[in-house]
């Protein structure tokens, strides 16, 4: 079965804002729920400045703090290896969004429940559906989803071409590389 | 009568008041008929129509899936030149404008105590009729103007109305977007604008233009592309905008002073015989003039007006001959100079001038004119050509050099004051909020006889008006086709997606017809947009239902650009004018010399107050989108941008609520302490500060740029000054 | 003596453009003291909307309005607004994008989509044409009737969905026109809200919904008693779960900005 996972390429997000939008509208998001959540990186001083982009989402983790502290498995890896949320189980204690490391669990209001990146982008992988995911939707490609495990597949070349690492290293075994 | 006829009377069953049985049993309960369609077997339709979005000037081609009704995706088109498949942010978050709860729904006329009131259609055509009579026979058709940010219906059916009605005063938003820069650009090269080949280039310098932050998705894809081949991307901007990612320097300009960069690169060039001499010789007029007058115009003497070092002023000219031929500046669009400065116009005859001296015109990774094709003659009998109106332009004899094709708009403020014009039209146009110091706008339209706006929820605009009519939005009506130039030219089509939602809206089309039939120039609308727009296609070879089925874009590869063919340059001279007998006339200088911008910060705490677009808005038009304005609050994307060393020393942090006032006006916001802008500039985002409070999501969040900015126009050119603002900031509460 | 779908009926025409000479016929006596009766008896009617009532039942049922109302909205309920005075209102509040606006129609007060048809701005609340509105459309074409024009950007209009209870009601489909208003007249507590904020001229229609919120309420406590005697009558749907949803549509509109302007 494949092992999915994304590679998000920093050096050409230029912080549009698109992914999020398009996310929200591909899952029937509150205008407020965001499961796509940006850090912005200014360094060096005025005028030798850089700026990163830097887009966090559920980053699927193979060792996944959110299933683990889970009191009811409401959060948990699916058998494809993608991180799920049972809404019907959550009670909404918020354990989960305590221990992501990444931040990136939103607690939706009207449900009562969490939930975040759901790896939709699956689907148009899986099936050819046209989506707007934010893999689709990104302007300048700064995303590749596919099989980690497939050594042809373009996301598994371009981590080994660019060594694109998991934004905290080992930490969760997270399934989102980043070139920066 | 019994009395129950009265109380049994039904808008669902008529005078009947009941059903039968068999009706009553398709009753069915809220819930079961959520689970009927949850679980998908409900009667579901799915549609596909091509269209374009309206969320910026752009026109992105897109396809919507309709299910039953209701619009469900929308998946950029690859085909469009503009979107080649991919949407921004404002694409996919404006739509929902259609099914909006700050729609306008019904026309409005505004009652004795100011307050608006639901009228028919017919009771506002004839009074706004009978006031346009009264105003012709009066002062005549002169004293009405129309002012419209074009779009494609729009601009045929706005000025089709005014002509009709005798009056040339038909405007675009130029004077307060791009109105300097087109008009300068066509004193020295004879063209309103052209494309820099950016994808192809070894070198494209950026002045105030930032592609990531006002996205045209193409223009993103082409400067991927230059990256990829190597090019040497340059930013020139006060701010270090989002284009960063995608460049390789970022040259932080004193606000207004670009103009004094690229005289000095020019300088050099000249100075160094590292011009194209052939083709200055071959295609230029007035070049020696030119030479002279900016032989004083050096590096060091730039670098004491714009804060940009000697070195690097030198460095980038030599590194553009370098590149040269496969080298430009970028036109720009609104950017720094397409209305903002004193010397707005003027910075743009001169980046011409500087494109000369590279040799670049229609070289491979140069300054391009690309083709366009456009709709031939029509039928004339059932289209029939409206008599070309008597007088000019308003605004042409005191602004020469404005094209007159777009119109000084700000003028129209003092013309009302004067009484000169006593009647006006806005269609899609937010000139109240936007354009000017809207104190100033709002108290000279409080002279107009009559003030019609057309727009599809309550713009500041709309709110000063006396009429206000309501505009059906893009999602729901046909426009007339939109002719794209480019290496391979197209045209396409904004077509209907949805139904209709408010029953008693109307697409332009519509309006501009049944106005003038009211007006009594009805003889010239006899057609609907549906034929017209067919009628257009055909005369390229095209037909309404084909272009449909074609997916909303046609490519004309007959009309292929091809690189080097000679610029037949349309200037009076047949010339580049290095000089220019106009701009001389104009009472400027006949070769573009240093001018000064109206205004300077005198250091402390003066800033010069700098706009610019984000990535999720455009100007004031998608504030109100709540799925966008959401990232503005998530991210405080409404605060104002002040240089941290600049905040230092006036104790100000990151996040502070800050007071910026100046004599136009004071207002409270918060700061974003940053090392990405320059110390004189504090940049205020161009999309906040609505004051409609029908704009429920828009209302009152962060501070308006135009308040802040003193009515004025810039000599010769007509261009609105909108950066020509000094402020000072303090912590709020100091 | 007027019966409840007449009630409805005139209740319908208040929140619609209606011709001038109708208003004036429904505004007139007896007519208009019939409504402010039959109202008064809904509000405290056990079997609310029920079989029409024995005389004797009739008779219990004594408490005026003023216990259900405040003595303003008895007073506007008692001196209906003129036709002029109606249609200005209606001009100034009934059409959209204004500020002072204050449409009655359902979907703004609601999310727009809880997932029966998803769209690219399904959760986004307070936009035309939501599930509300689908849902009354199809409804109505359910039952063989057509959504008149004026109201093809909003079948779920407060005016429309209270002509659809009359027409229930008059066409005998009791249990049906029970359920429906309880599902539908939720949204009026948050719309109350909105016509809170507009001026005095507002009382008549504020004292018109909160009849209808009383009639609902009223629906909604009754509706055990009318089971228990009814037998268990086969046919109720599960009302708890569909008031639940109501209820959620209502709260999902305490932080619009309505209440603020």
């Not at chain 2, 977007?177 to 090269?189: D, P, R, V």
Request: net charge negative.
């Amino acid at each position: 079965m494949a092992r999915y996972g994304m590679l998000i390429n920093t050096k050409k997000c230029i912080g549009c804002y698109a992914c999020r939008v398009a996310c929200q509208r591909q899952n029937d998001l509150l205008p407020n729920e965001d499961f796509i959540r940006y850090e912005e990186k200014e360094t060096g001083t005025y005028p030798a400045v850089r700026v990163e982009t830097v887009p966090l989402q559920c980053m699927h983790c193979e060792d996944a703090p959110c299933a683990a502290v889970c009191p009811t498995g409401a959060a948990y890896i699916g058998t494809d290896g993608i991180v799920q949320v049972d809404h019907g189980r959550c009670i909404g204690c918020k354990y989960c969004m305590a221990a992501c490391p990444y931040q990136v669990r939103v607690f939706n209001e009207e449900t009562g429940t969490v939930d975040k990146c759901r790896f939709c982008t699956v689907s148009a992988e899986t099936s050819g559906t046209q989506m707007c995911s934010c893999v689709e939707a990104c302007l300048t490609g700064a995303r590749l989803f596919g099989d980690l495990d497939d050594p042809e597949s373009d996301i598994a070349q371009e981590i080994a071409a660019t060594n694109a690492q998991p934004i905290a290293g080992d930490l969760t075994k997270a399934k989102i590389f980043y070139v920066r | 009568m019994s009395e129950h006829a009265i109380t049994r009377r039904s808008f669902l069953a008529g005078s009947a008041g009941a059903v039968g049985l068999a009706a009553t049993a398709g009753y069915m309960g809220f819930g079961a008929w959520e689970q009927a369609h949850a679980a998908g077997g409900w009667r579901r339709e799915v549609t596909t129509a091509h269209s374009l979005c309206n969320s910026c000037s752009s026109k992105c081609g897109f396809t919507g899936y309709v299910e039953d009704g209701r619009l469900t995706k929308m998946i950029g088109d690859v085909d469009h030149p503009y979107c080649e498949g991919t949407l921004c942010a404002r694409g996919y978050g404006y739509a929902s404008i259609a099914y909006s709860e700050d729609r306008l729904t019904d026309p409005l006329k505004k009652n004795d105590k100011g307050e608006f009131e639901a009228i028919s259609w017919e009771q506002a055509y004839s009074e706004i009729a009978e006031k346009v009579k009264a105003i012709i026979s009066s002062n005549g058709p002169e004293a009405l103007a129309m002012v419209q940010d074009p779009r494609p219906s729009g601009s045929y059916y706005t000025k089709r109305f005014m002509q009709a009605l005798g009056s040339a005063n038909v405007y675009t938003h130029g004077a307060a977007c791009n109105l300097s820069k087109n008009s300068g650009f066509t004193q020295a090269i004879g063209a309103g604008d052209y494309a820099s080949d950016v994808a192809n280039s070894k070198m494209t310098m950026f002045i105030g233009r930032s592609y990531a932050d006002a996205i045209r998705p193409s223009s993103v894809h082409d400067l991927q592309r230059a990256r990829e081949n190597g090019a040497y991307i340059v930013l020139v901007d006060p701010r270090c905008n989002n284009t960063i990612t995608l460049a390789d320097e970022w040259v932080p300009i004193n606000p207004g002073t670009d103009l004094a960069l690229v005289l000095a690169m020019s300088n050099v060039l000249i100075k160094n015989g590292l011009y194209d001499k052939d083709f200055v010789a071959e295609n230029g007029i007035g070049f020696d003039e030119w030479a002279a007058a900016i032989a004083d115009h050096t590096p060091q003497w730039a670098e004491g007006i714009t804060g940009i070092p000697a070195s690097t002023i030198e460095r980038l000219a030599v590194r553009f001959a370098e590149c040269a031929p496969a080298a430009s500046i970028e036109p720009s669009w609104r950017g720094a100079f397409g209305c903002s400065y004193a010397n707005s116009g003027e910075t743009a005859r001169a980046i011409c001038l500087f494109n000369t001296l590279l040799g670049c015109w229609n070289q491979k990774g140069g300054a391009l004119f690309l083709p366009s094709v456009s709709a031939g003659e029509v039928d004339a009998e059932k289209f029939p050509a409206v008599p070309k109106p008597e007088g000019k332009i308003l605004g042409s004899e005191e602004y020469p050099l404005a094209l007159s094709s777009m119109g000084v708009n700000v003028i129209l403020a003092d013309k009302a004051r004067e009484g000169a014009v006593k009647g006006l039209f806005f269609y899609n146009s937010n000139m109240a909020a936007g354009y000017a110091n809207p104190d100033y706008l709002a108290e000279s339209f409080s002279n107009l006889d009559l003030m019609v706006a057309i727009d599809v929820q309550m713009s500041e605009t709309c709110m000063l008006a006396d009429y206000v009519l309501p505009d059906t939005s893009y999602l729901e009506r046909l426009e007339l086709p939109e002719f794209v130039g480019g290496k391979v030219p197209a045209v396409t089509l904004r077509d209907r997606v949805i139904e209709k939602v408010h029953p008693n809206t109307k697409p332009v089309d519509e309006i501009f017809s049944e106005l003038a039939e009211a007006c009594g120039v009805g003889e010239y609308f006899q057609f609907t947009v549906d034929e017209l727009a067919d009628a257009q296609l055909r005369t390229v070879g095209l037909s309404l239902e084909g272009l449909r089925q074609a997916g909303g874009t046609a490519r004309f590869p007959e009309k292929e650009y091809s690189y080097g063919a000679a610029v037949k340059w349309k200037t009076p001279t047949g010339k580049v004018q290095f000089t220019s007998e106009a701009c001389e006339k104009a009472g400027l200088s006949p070769v573009p010399v240093w001018v000064d911008p109206q205004t300077k910060p005198a250091g402390g705490n003066q800033f010069r107050v700098i706009g610019g677009k984000q990535a999720i808005h455009t100007h004031t038009q998608t504030a109100n989108i709540e799925p966008l304005m959401e990232i503005t609050k998530k991210y405080n994307l409404e605060r104002v941008w002040m240089n941290a060393d600049k905040a230092a020393q006036l104790g100000i942090a990151d996040g502070d609520e800050v007071e910026v006032s100046n004599e136009e006006h004071t207002g409270r916001v918060r700061v974003k302490v940053t090392q990405r802008i320059n110390p004189e500039a504090l940049y205020v985002p161009s999309h906040y500060g609505c004051t409609s409070p029908d704009q429920h999501t828009a209302y009152n969040v962060g501070l308006r740029q135009m308040d802040f900015v003193p009515f004025s126009i810039e000599p010769g050119y007509g261009g609105a000054c909108t950066q020509e603002a000094i402020v000072t900031v303090k912590k709020a509460g100091a | 003596m007027m019966e409840s779908d007449e009630m409805f009926a005139v209740l319908s025409a208040c929140f619609a453009p209606v011709e001038r000479d109708e208003w004036a016929q429904l505004t007139a006596q007896p007519v208009w003291a019939g409504f402010l009766d039959a109202a008064r008896r809904a509000l405290q009617d056990d079997d609310a909307l029920g079989e029409p009532a024995s005389p004797i039942s009739r008779a219990r049922m004594r408490c005026p309005l003023q216990d259900f109302l405040s003595a303003g909205e008895v007073k506007a309920l008692f001196a209906p607004p003129t036709y002029d005075e109606k249609r200005a209102f209606a001009a100034r509040h009934f059409t959209g994008g204004l500020p002072d606006s204050a449409v009655p129609v359902e979907s703004l007060y609601a999310t727009w989509s809880n997932g029966a048809l998803p769209s690219p701005f399904s959760r986004c609340a307070g936009m035309y044409q939501g599930d509300s509105a689908r849902y009354m459309k199809d409804l109505v074409e359910r039952m063989g009737m057509d959504v008149p024009p004026q109201f093809a950007a909003c079948p779920d209009h407060l005016a429309l969905e209270l002509d659809l209870a009359a027409v229930l009601l008059r066409s005998g489909a009791r249990d049906a026109a029970r359920q429906f208003l309880s599902e539908r007249l939720a949204w009026l507590t948050a719309y109350r809200m909105r016509l809170l904020t507009l001026g005095a001229d507002a009382g008549f229609y504020i004292g018109l919904v909160d009849v209808l919120v009383g009639i609902r309420t009223q629906l909604a406590s009754g509706a055990d008693a009318v089971e228990a005697r009814a037998g268990r009558r086969a046919g109720t749907e599960a009302e708890t779960e569909v008031e639940a949803k109501a209820e959620v549509v209502a709260a999902s509109n305490t932080n619009r900005s309505h209440t603020c302007i």
